[in-house]
């Protein structure tokens, strides 16, 4: 008994590791990925505080029906009682899952609340779903784009993992607050990217933010999930979070790459004179 306690333990560990320290999809992974940002440390909780919560509720239920069968079966009850109403219990059974579901609201809309955008963001990432690819653009640093494109399976070099591996990865710097705007050019895709605790749609016609602080440095993947078309599975997400010095370099040299040929930097705005009184003559 001692050594098959100690087996599962073991097994049980050495799953947990995987995925904690995994930032993709992981062969038997079980549980959400590890987060990376405050949001999804904070929608890992819900999801642990919902999950005590159904429990207790299921072993309640079920409980209740092994007790109601085994107390009420015909030998032992052979004349079934008739009473079809109980003003009572019927106030219990209602109002116990409004307190429970008004308790459940609470911490649910302070997340969503959040997530919902930053006023005091430090960069600004638009991400712009297209059939089937993405395009990134990143107006604070030479407002140059790039697109984000699949590498397909007969181009993978050593290393590169089929089918999450991008040409371009996003490159964002860590401990920062960063803004993310969304679009699209043509369907609604959603850009979703599980270790951040991101999930938007991207909707022709529609901007949706949010943010996210990248908190650990790593490669971390993400896919659309948004059915949108016959190469829906073909559009991965990589981000590369580096540091901020790792970043700023980056960019600097992605400002030339990238550079933009299709519509200028951001005009500043024209100077305007103000005439004082006793200035002007
Ligand atoms: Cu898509």
Request: hydrophobic residues 45%; charged residues 20%.
């Amino acid at each position: 008994m001692k050594r098959l306690f100690v087996t599962i333990s073991v097994l049980m560990g050495s799953l947990f590791s995987v995925t904690s320290w995994a930032n993709e999809p992981t062969p038997w992974q079980i549980g959400l990925p590890p987060p990376a940002s405050p949001t999804a440390v904070m929608i890992h909780d819900f999801h642990d505080i919902l999950l005590i919560i159904i429990t207790l509720i299921t072993i309640f239920v079920l409980a209740l029906l092994l007790y109601t069968c085994w107390r009420f079966r015909e030998s032992k009850n052979p004349t079934p009682s008739k009473t079809t109403h109980h003003t009572g219990l019927e106030i219990a059974w209602t109002a116990i899952p409004v307190v429970i579901l008004v308790a459940i609201c609470i911490p649910s809309m302070n997340l969503l609340y959040f997530a919902d955008s930053t006023d005091d963001a430090d960069m600004t990432l638009k991400v712009v779903g297209h059939q089937w690819y993405w395009e990134y653009q990143y107006p604070d640093h030479g407002n140059f784009t790039f697109d984000a494109n699949m590498i397909p399976e007969d181009e993978l070099k050593p290393g590169q993992k089929r089918l999450m591996d991008t040409d371009n990865p996003v490159v964002l710097p860590t401990g920062k607050r960063i803004r993310l705007l969304f679009a699209s050019v043509d369907v609604i895709h959603n850009w979703s990217m599980a270790s951040f605790g991101v999930k938007v749609d991207t909707t022709p016609g529609r901007l949706n933010e949010t943010w996210v602080q990248i908190d650990k440095a790593g490669t971390y993947y993400g896919f659309c999930s948004e059915l949108c078309g016959v190469n829906h599975a073909y559009m991965p997400i990589m981000v590369k979070a580096v540091p901020p010095a790792e970043f700023a370099a980056w960019a600097k040299k992605a400002k030339v790459e990238f550079a933009r040929v299709d519509e200028p930097e951001t005009p500043a705005l024209p100077t305007v004179k103000v005439a004082q009184n006793g200035t002007s003559k």
